[in-house]
């Protein structure tokens, strides 16, 4: 649902900043090999963006196809009128097949069980599945280990001949992609060429070949075939530190999260800030609240480490992050010191693009040893979505949430 920005202050925003993300899926696209689409991939409410606006927003920017991790993400596009094509993939027994089939949905099996589980939805259904079969090439996680390859082919073959299934797509995923040289690159992809001729000297004629993720669409043109899944790029961000950075990658990132300081107080030499005082200030200082914790996604492993713009300068969290709560040392501002005088209300910025020297997620994740990732889809939903330089320039607040 879409509304509009309250016009009382917010505790703490994620601005989205759309039009970031409408120029990302124009520079990724640029990158293409000729005759490849993208598709952009919305799982996870978008990487914690928010699915629909996001997805509209790629679509709007040329994206062709969009790929949720459910079912259940892909039947909610839909519920909300998204019309283009979507591929979803971690299916388990039980899943609404009946519903993805007439929904129009791909839907990817990886084994014999979820052939069998989407060819009697389709009989239900009375229509044939859009299914797309997916390959473990090497990744290990998900997929059709190359031995069963022949038995899972011959049977959606068969399907196919008897009009339960339109085989659209035949898929895998590289594991190391972001490790450019790593040696499983050239392995997968090899393996993924002798895969996809073995389905097609079987019958099947797919409509989509892919493999490429974001870190292969930047970095391996020869691996973009069909359609190539972009993920974490399409929110500006770097599949990983060995390929560049946001902006040595011409991308923008798309989330800046933001909080109003709830409390400033001077406190004296040697005052414990936080559970287990793990922290104590060095000298008489003050000390500013930020109301953001763990349950709004803020890394606790980032205690004593994450950085936050406030009053002019990237400070570090002081002591534990709290449940709702973390605490910046502030120094002598506000006591006649040098630094700039921070009140109630001032603007924090834990992360951003960077133009105006606030921190990016990727300095998050430095602080709490973990991937950018994790950052952006961890922020919870009690922190207001703000979309900004939507197609109508409008401001926008809770639209997709």
Sequence with gaps: MTGTVPTSPLRARAEIDLGALRGNVRALRARL??????????????????????????????????????????????????????????????????????????????????????????????RPARIQLKADTGLGRNGCQPADWPELVAAARAAEVA?????????????????????????????????????????????????????????????????????????????GPELGTSRELGLRPVMTLAASVALVKRVPEGHGVSYGHRYHTPAETTLGLIPLGYADGIPRHASGRGPVLVGGAVRRVAGRVAMDQ??????????????????????????GPGDDGEPTAADWAEAADTITYEIVTRIGARVPRVYVNGPDDRREAGAGR
């Excluded at 690159?185 to 393996?191: G, H, R, S, V």
């Excluded at 019958?203 to 069909?226: C, K, Q, Y």
């Excluded at 910046?328 to 006649?336: H, M, R």
Aim: proline share 6%; aromatic share 8%; hydrophobic share 50%.
């Design 33 to 126: 090999a000729p005759g490849a689409a993208l598709m952009a991939v919305v799982k996870s409410d978008a990487y914690g963006h928010g699915a629909l606006p996001c997805a509209r927003a790629a679509l709007d920017a040329g994206a062709a196809w969009l790929g949720t991790a459910t079912p259940h993400e892909a039947l909610a596009l839909r519920a909300a009128g998204v019309t283009a094509p979507i591929l979803c993939w971690l299916w388990t027994p039980g899943d609404p097949w009946r519903a993805g089939i007439e929904a129009g949905l791909d839907m990817s099996v990886s084994g014999m069980w979820a052939l069998r589980e989407v060819t009697e939805a389709a009989r239900e259904a009375g």
């Design 163 to 239: 009009g339960t299934v339109r085989v659209t797509g035949l898929w895998s995923h590289f594991a190391c992609a972001d490790e450019p040289g790593h040696s499983s690159i050239d392995a997968q992809l090899d393996l993924f060429h002798e895969l996809v001729a073995y389905a097609e000297k079987a019958g099947i004629e797919p409509e989509v070949r892919h493999i490429a993720n974001s870190a292969a669409a930047l970095t391996l043109p020869d691996s973009h075939f069909d359609l190539v899944r972009t993920g974490i790029a399409l929110y500006g961000i770097s599949p």
């Design 326 to 351: 973390f605490v910046v040392d502030l120094g002598a501002g506000g006591a006649g010191g040098d630094a700039e005088v921070v009140q109630e209300g001032a603007p924090a910025v834990l992360f």
